[in-house]
């Protein structure tokens, strides 16, 4: 007897269970899961396909991925020997095309695709281009002779979105931005069935080049928070709570990985050989607890990861640069003077902020009083950042129906009752992971016109100390408040002495110079009258610094140059 193996942890034994059928699985064959639940393994190496989930309702059936167009197909020849029940709806998990370019081969037998918002604006973003390559290479995307994909009919964005004919109830849900900006999971909270997507894979097939590597493993931890007994994956044969858990540990481990390097200072081609300036060999070992993750994708991976970390990707969550001022505005209220000079990326709602990569609906919310606006009406804004030798300058223009400063439990550290603003700054950024530890930073606004003493908060590290909480000091900030229209509308215009904060919150501190890069989050809260309220969280997760989004100082810009007719 080989007595090492008795030491594996339990959870391992299981994995190593689970991933021994592996090479067992019949592709391309469909194999009951449980009464009313079907599961069918494609084969990605010879057809690109994905699996794919058939699901029984009382008098239709619903398919989790529409596949390619021959996917699709193949599909419909083997419902056709389980049921003669017809498909009502195909739910695709994302815009790719092994998952959504067979939309039209459902639509045209008379089902009803579905997708989260996000898999249409993905669409959006990259197709024709996608979908006219593939038709290019591929016969059966070209048979259907379209000049793009066809995106999903039917789209939700209130997540969990549900059917529920009274025998069977199937949710799908959003849990943010992993291997795509539109993840979707479909879930059978009765029979604990969780249909994944490309979310979470049973192998080594996560593909990153649409993903958001830093936020994956929470998407995945968020998912394993509903109850679950069977997980049945885009990629690779079904099993049990062990993928999700594998997968989350994989996803942790390389990113972790890279960033180590990254922190010290390696480079692309100390991580990965390079092929003509492509990844073709990972110099970066992983343990052997994730290997089940690990094979042809991995050195495109690690370059990917690499590339989120350094260059500020990816890009749509959010690239900040702050610009420096090269003349010191006048905190007046009116933020034309500078607004167009600093970091500014359009306006936010909570339509938009489902869309970003830190959206979790437990932290985003709105106030609910039983006669509501639109979520538009309620509460959105710009904010605007910039830097100069001296100051750090903050700036918002705020559209919110009620303005509500009154905290019946008051302490002047609860700003976060009231109606405020609050940046949230690491600087220097360490890399670490804290909570509100040395060079820690946010910087509080209640939006009241008395400019109470609470009104500009600090809470902040220090060297030793965490959650400190005072008044920013005085001469430290300086900082007008105009409302503006009807309800609680304002404009906030502030400054910081980073001297005076910065300094005493970390022996890193330095005087800024172009090229440095801190950690940011903005926090806006909206109470309305409500407890907690409502807020936006934007360019992070909480407390946490290790999840703030990197901010890089950089030089003045210029305005954007308005053209003659």
Known sequence: MHRASTTLPFTLLLLAAAWSTRGQA????????????WFRQGDLDQYGHCNNIVIE??????VVDANYPSGARALMADIAKISRKPVRYVFDTHHHGDHAYGNAVWTQAGATTIAYRGVTEEMRRFEPQRWQADAAKRKDVASLNRDTAEPPQLTFDEAPFAIDDGTRRVEFHHFGWAHTRG???AY????????TGDAVTNGPYNGMGDGYAENWPKVVARARELKVKHVLPAHGPAGGPEILEGEQRFLETIYSAVHRQVMAGKNLDDLVELNNGQPARAKLALPDSVKHWVGSFYPGQIRDIYDEITQGKPFAAGAIHIPRLTKAPVLDGD???WRELAFNDGEWDMARLRQSPWYDPR?????RHGSEPGTADDLRARYYMAWDDEYLYLGAEVHDNVNDVTDPSHEPKRWYYKDAICWFIEAPRDGKSEKFGEGDNAFCFVADTRKPDYGAWWRHG???????EEPIPGGASTYTLKMTGTGGSFVLEARVRMAAVFGPASRAWRAPRTGDVWGLEIVHTDPDGGDY?????????????ATWTSATLTGAITPVERREK
């Open 26 to 37: 019949k592709l391309e064959t469909i194999e009951r899961i449980l009464p009313g639940v």
């Open 57 to 62: 309702m009382k008098d239709y059936l619903v």
């Open 183 to 185: 993840d979707g999971f």
């Open 188 to 195: 059978l909270p009765k029979e604990q069935v969780l249909c």
């Open 335 to 337: 933020l034309r003077e």
């Open 363 to 367: 932290i985003n919310r709105l106030t």
């Open 462 to 468: 220090a060297p030793g100390r965490t959650y400190v």
């Open 533 to 545: 309220g409502g807020h936006f969280l934007l360019y992070g997760r909480g407390d946490d610094d």
